[in-house]
């Protein structure tokens, strides 16, 4: 049955002579394994192709409904997260194959005469690799794509003449929106794949013209002498290659458990762009062109490097293979590509030790912990960052890098005159400022409170005792609790510090409830009431500047900078009867309804 | 496995490369090739295809309410239809939406307070029925079909009687249950 049908299509069609023809295509000097590299990008490039259109059924181009859309794959599908990290992943491994693949023919010399079109084209190939790669990274509409994306259009726009224009047909207007995505959308999918598809045809048809390039030191006796058919012999070595690259490429997605999303891109935040890793030589090389000289970078070196690529089998025209007889030519391609490679370490290096950075990395980090918490109950259709609208702890932030962060500092960024609030309301942080007020950290020079001098143990009691007075301290240890009240009862802290009416007042702050939401909202409002600073007061008060939700919203901020305290505001759970069913919007799981729970599940390791 | 064998026997007899050790490791190379390949597809294909079949195995559009509100038993007149929107929430995949209009419903309230709920959608192909005033029939435009105030066809095109829905009425609330015809 299944050869008459064969044969009907056969005596229609001749495709078995076509794949004759393609198969059978006799490869001089034998089968090798230092060939596979070519059909190993061709198989990675269908694996793009085959995601792409999966993931291209759930993805939604706009700004209000990308990061939503790449949201609902990561999270909610089955196999989703690992479809993704394929792709994702899989830019990457092309990029590393290409690029051996590129050097391999570059040693072996297999630019020359007659094969001056199969380098052009591979150069031209490799361009629309970076191409894909760039418009694929904004796609998520992420932080990190739309921040690093922002640099690339700009360095277009660096282009003389023409670059404005340029820059502004592909946003799809002046700035970022809808148009912007569609636009890299469509040229992710539909463009560049067109493209290459197109250059990749020629590509192949020339090498199938001109069979492999062997070995220089090959002889032409020894080539005539060994002839293996392309199928099977060199076919299987390339199904094992890539069977090898697939291997490493599906484990590398399931050690980084799928492929990064960020919170959704937040055009008002100070976002440390960083481009995909084959792009930091470029990001890091702009570091060294400052001022005018921006566009030696951007658009004079790139195109000298491009060019040189371009001729380079119409100057190296000599048709010796031997890598000896080529030495200036591979100080060229070498010191380049050492120079690739030295700043793209001294980018990784750097960031890898800027406080800046890695206090920025951590928090984004727990930001995107945080909006796949929120986006659980559902997105608004304002699009993604519509999540924080309602989040207290995103809103606190603000406020507080609006209002107060010029004096207190979180995390290394703020100023220096009040208090550092890194890790806030903690025992260590109490601790610390018993121990010594005056210090850098705390009140420094304007701290009139003398240094509690009492043994370790017993400033941890005290901090044990004074956290627990907000009624949030999470395992309070109760024994410690008890000995703290004692040594703060019947020491020297309750003769500056009223302790137990919260309307006593003396000369030094009421600790009565001491960091509870009250406490820290009445202090806000008027730190220069007589039970909190009085005269001595130096920190403006916030009663006539902000609202009490505003006042909320920052209180539960700062509770959420002790380690203790969860990093996503658990919202007391409000169950709401909407006509006829009963759920609770923000819950912590986000329970709409039972089905949800179900929904909810994911395969993920 | 026949093909190795083949090899093996092969080059234990001669000693050494014949054409028909070459002829067996081919034959052997393909059916490797083969085994290969399908399970390279097989592991690529299974995730894709459990991930692009999500929504046969999960609904993607769920959260509307079963009963829905439409308004108080005293918003609606005795004896006159009167058109009401359906509104509920839903969460369509990854987006929320509160108060959304689903459609909208004929309410006729009858003397003893009961209440039919009639679809606006005719049966015959889906057009919207109008309330004829002056006539006191729900007429089709599309078609010229006529309906009396039970919704039962009078005639016209259309093969059945108007749809209707199962409401309830719970503290002076009426409800409907929007997602299934009667």
């Known amino acids: ?605 | 496995m026949i093909a190795l064998f083949e090899i093996l026997i092969e080059v234990c007899v001669t000693g050494g490369k014949t054409k028909k050790v070459e002829k067996a490791r081919r034959k052997f190379l393909k059916i490797v090739s083969h085994i290969l390949g399908g399970a390279l597809a097989a592991g690529i294909l299974a995730p894709l295809a459990g991930f692009l079949a999500h929504p046969l195995l999960k609904k993607t559009v769920y959260g509307t309410e079963d009963f829905i509100r439409l308004g108080s038993i005293d918003d609606f007149p005795i004896g006159i239809p009167k058109k009401m929107p359906v509104t509920s929430s839903k969460m369509d995949a990854w987006n929320i939406f509160e108060g959304l209009v689903m459609g909208s419903v004929w309410v006729i309230r009858q003397k003893d307070n009961s209440l039919q709920v009639l679809s606006t959608n005719c049966p015959h192909l889906g057009c919207g029925i109008d309330w004829g005033a002056d006539v006191n029939k729900f007429l089709c435009p599309c078609h010229e079909g006529v309906f009396d105030i039970q919704g039962k066809v009078l005639s016209g095109p259309s093969p059945r009687s108007m749809y209707s829905f199962k409401t309830k009425i719970e503290n002076n609330t009426v409800l409907v249950d929007y997602k299934n015809l009667i």
């Open chain 1, 1 to 605: 049955m299944a050869n008459q049908v064969y044969e009907w299509i056969e005596n229609r069609t001749g495709i078995g002579n076509v794949m004759k023809h393609a198969l059978d295509e006799p490869v001089h000097g034998g089968a090798r394994w230092t060939y596979v590299f070519g059909s190993g990008l061709i198989f990675l490039f269908i694996l793009q192709v085959i995601t792409g259109i999966v993931m291209a059924c759930f993805y939604s181009p706009s700004s209000t409904t990308a990061w939503g859309s790449v949201y609902y794959i990561q999270e909610k599908t089955s196999f989703g997260w690992f479809v993704r990290g394929i792709h994702h992943f899989g830019s990457s491994a092309m990029m590393i194959v290409a690029i051996i693949h590129f050097f391999q023919v570059f040693v072996y010399g297999a630019y020359k005469k007659p094969r001056e079109l199969n380098w052009i084209t591979g150069v031209i190939l490799l361009l629309i690799l970076m191409g894909f790669g760039l418009t694929g990274y904004l796609l998520p509409w992420d932080q990190k794509g739309y921040w690093a994306t922002q640099v690339a259009t700009n360095i277009i726009g660096t282009i003389p003449v023409i670059g404005e224009y340029i820059k502004v047909l592909h946003q799809g207007g002046s700035d970022y929106g809808n148009f912007t995505l569609t636009r890299f959308f469509a040229l992710h999918v539909f463009l560049l794949p067109l493209s290459l598809l197109f250059f990749l045809v020629i590509h192949v048809a020339l090498f199938r013209k001109h069979g492999v390039t062997p070995h220089w030191k090959l002889s032409k006796q020894e080539l005539r002498n060994r002839i293996d058919p392309f199928w099977p012999d060199q076919v299987f070595k390339d199904i094992v290659f890539a069977m090898i690259l697939y291997a490493i490429l599906a484990g590398w997605v399931f050690w980084n458990g799928g492929a990064e999303l960020q919170s959704p891109a937040d055009p008002a935040s100070n976002y440390l762009a960083r481009p995909e890793w084959y792009f930091l030589f470029l990001f890091q090389l702009l570091k060294y062109c400052q001022g005018n000289l921006l566009i030696v970078g951007t658009v004079i070196l790139p195109t000298l490097a491009v060019t040189f690529l371009f001729v380079l089998p119409f100057i190296d025209r000599n048709p010796l293979r031997d890598p000896s007889k080529r030495i200036p030519f591979f100080a060229v391609i070498s010191s380049g590509m050492v120079g690739a490679v030295v700043l793209t370490v001294a980018s990784i290096h750097h960031d890898k030790h800027d406080t800046h950075i890695l206090h920025q990395r951590e928090d984004s980090e727990i930001q995107a912990a945080r909006a796949m918490k929120l986006a659980a109950a559902g997105i608004s259709p304002a699009g993604g960052m519509s999540i924080f609208l309602n989040d207290p702890i995103y809103l606190g932030e603000k406020i507080f890098k609006a209002n107060c962060n010029g004096c207190h500092m979180v995390k290394g960024a703020g100023g220096e005159t009040a208090p550092d609030f890194t890790d806030f309301g903690s025992r260590q942080w109490i601790a610390g400022l018993l121990k010594n007020p005056k210090d850098k950290k705390y009140f420094g020079e304007s701290g009139t409170m003398p240094p509690v001098q009492l043994p370790e143990e017993s400033l941890l009691d005290i901090s044990e005792f004074l956290a627990s007075l907000s009624g949030k301290l999470h395992e309070g240890d109760p024994g410690r609790i008890e000995r703290g009240r004692e040594l703060v009862m019947k020491g020297q802290c309750a003769i500056c510090h009223p302790v137990g009416d919260k309307n006593a007042q003396k000369i030094a702050p009421n600790l009565t409830g001491y960091l509870s939401d009250e406490w820290l909202k009445e202090f806000i409002k008027t730190p220069a009431d007589r039970k909190f600073y009085g005269t001595r007061n130096k920190m403006p008060g916030y009663e006539d500047t902000l609202n009490d939700k505003e006042l909320d919203s920052l209180i539960e901020y700062l509770n959420s900078l002790s380690k203790k305290q969860p990093a996503v505001s658990l919202y007391k759970k409000q169950e709401r009867t909407l006509t006829g069913y009963v759920y609770s919007q923000y819950g912590s799981m986000g329970i709409l309804c039972p089905e949800i729970v179900i929904t909810g599940y994911q395969m993920r390791p």
